[in-house]
């Protein structure tokens, strides 16, 4: 399968690198020089660098696009993100995808309209990182809330503390059983990733990764000690920074959600009183002040948000509003050598607004309704739905008779045409089924053999 990626910014950088570790021909190109040669200076190998316009037919016809199977464009231009990728199209790549800063174009009803441009997909990783703050912010007791097919199935990453102290320190079979409705999938211990089995055992700062129903999340709050008193639910949240991802959180909260943003730029509090309802409160100051959040009543909120453009600031702001009593905080981690090193400061819950973006494409790349994989934001985990085929391996066995399961594989969940359940030993996928695994990104391939009724590679047959 070939790939081309236009545009060697952080979001394509991640995603080349990201694709090259699969049975794939990648090809990233720039046409500044000296982004293309820090890439090839790090060393990799696996990919096919040049330094070349996107735009420009001659350079596109240079490195292959007529025999693409994907065009991406993540460049940090959106006009020439949707030129590049009609050019690509009309050239002979199969499939295109955009990226773009303007949310309109991601509303429904657009779609027809840059498919006739040659543009398959959109995504605006802005919008994408404020529906993932949404989805986490709500939630105190917990660091990442993911729903998997519309909430038929529910992911919860939860740190564990002291209040957990009963189910420490032994094994999960005997803390768990066998017959819950609820499993441990992941943990992440320090900078380490733990694919649990039944003799695995949990440890203080832990953060477990469950896989579970939506009428179980009360059962694992009480289980893990994260009572309402300790962690109330939020309802009032503080955002620090008054970017696009800040915006859009306030135009998409919910009703139940009172917020107040604060921003240091007095022109960009004008903006925002301009665009937000009058019941989100704009503050012109510094969300680092912290006097400043004392008068802002912060003892009166449950969560604390740090989006601006500085990694390091929105660190050491959450550390402040957590010492201040905030129970939740959300932070904004752009750099990705930060992220194991935020895990360990007990900040809360990570964005990295470029992993979103990524893991968003790789699922358009995927989007069959065969495959759909993305990273655990912390971990060196994939979490991924796969359609079981007919007379596929993973449909001729219960689960615990299948042979040849990896032992860091674990199956979470299933979703048939009854809804969701969590998959145990006595459990039977039926084709048609969607089964989430979670699993080392190494192991991908070799857990999407079980679902596929003959050998090959897993792109080839999803383009074929």
């Known amino acids: 399968m070939k790939i081309i990626i236009a545009g060697a910014g952080a979001v394509g950088t991640h995603l080349a690198k990201l694709l090259s570790k699969e049975d794939a021909n990648v090809y990233l190109i720039d046409e500044d020089p000296q982004k293309t040669q820090a890439i090839k200076e790090e060393g990799n190998d696996d990919l096919m660098i040049s330094n070349l316009s996107p735009t420009s037919i001659v350079a596109l016809k240079e490195v292959g696009v007529q025999n693409a199977d994907l065009f991406i464009a993540v460049t940090p231009n959106e006009a020439r993100n949707i030129t590049c990728c009609s050019l690509a199209h009309q050239l002979g790549a199969r499939k295109t995808v955009a990226r773009v800063d303007n949310a309109e174009y991601t509303e429904n009803g657009n779609e027809r309209f840059f498919q006739n441009m040659g543009i398959d997909s959109i995504i605006y990783p802005e919008m994408l990182a404020a529906k993932e703050i949404l989805l986490s912010v709500q939630r105190s007791w917990v660091r990442n809330y993911r729903e998997i097919h519309d909430g038929k199935l529910i992911m919860l990453a939860i740190k564990l503390r002291e209040g957990a102290k009963h189910i420490l320190y032994r094994p999960i079979r005997e803390v768990f059983g066998t017959d819950l409705n609820y499993r441990i999938v ?182 069959t309704g065969k495959a759909n994989i993305s990273s655990l934001t912390i971990t060196d985990a994939e979490v991924a739905e796969f359609e079981a085929e007919e007379d596929s391996p993973i449909t001729k066995n219960l689960i615990r008779d299948i042979p040849d399961i990896p032992k860091e594989v674990v199956f979470g969940g299933r979703i048939s045409k009854d809804g969701g359940e969590i998959i145990k030993g006595d459990t039977q996928v039926c084709p048609g089924d969607t089964v989430v695994v979670f699993c080392k990104a190494s192991l991908i391939k070799q857990v999407a053999a079980l679902f596929r009724p003959s050998k090959g590679n897993l792109f080839q047959r999803l383009f074929s």
Do not use: W
């Open 186 to 367: 992941a943990i992440k211990r320090k900078n380490e990733t733990i694919m649990p089995d039944g003799n695995t055992t949990l440890e203080l700062g832990d953060i477990a990764y469950f896989m579970t129903t939506r009428s179980q999340i009360r059962e694992i709050r009480l289980k893990v000690g994260k009572n309402e008193l300790d962690y109330p639910d939020v309802h009032n949240v503080i955002i620090m920074g008054g970017g696009r991802i800040a915006r859009h959180v306030a135009e998409n909260k919910p009703a139940s959600l009172h917020m107040k943003i604060i921003e240091r730029d007095r022109k960009q509090c004008e903006r925002l009183e301009e665009v937000l309802d009058d019941d989100i409160m704009v503050v012109c100051g510094d969300g680092r002040d912290t006097p400043l959040l004392r008068e802002e009543g912060i003892e009166n909120y449950q969560a604390f948000v740090a989006l601006t453009d500085n990694t390091e600031t929105n660190i050491l702001a959450c550390l402040a509003a957590k010492q201040l009593g905030v129970k939740k905080t959300v932070a904004m981690v752009e750099n990705t050598d930060y992220l194991s090193l935020v895990s360990r400061l007990d900040i809360g819950t990570i964005i990295n607004k470029k992993g979103i973006a990524a893991s968003h494409i790789y699922r358009i790349m995927l989007d």
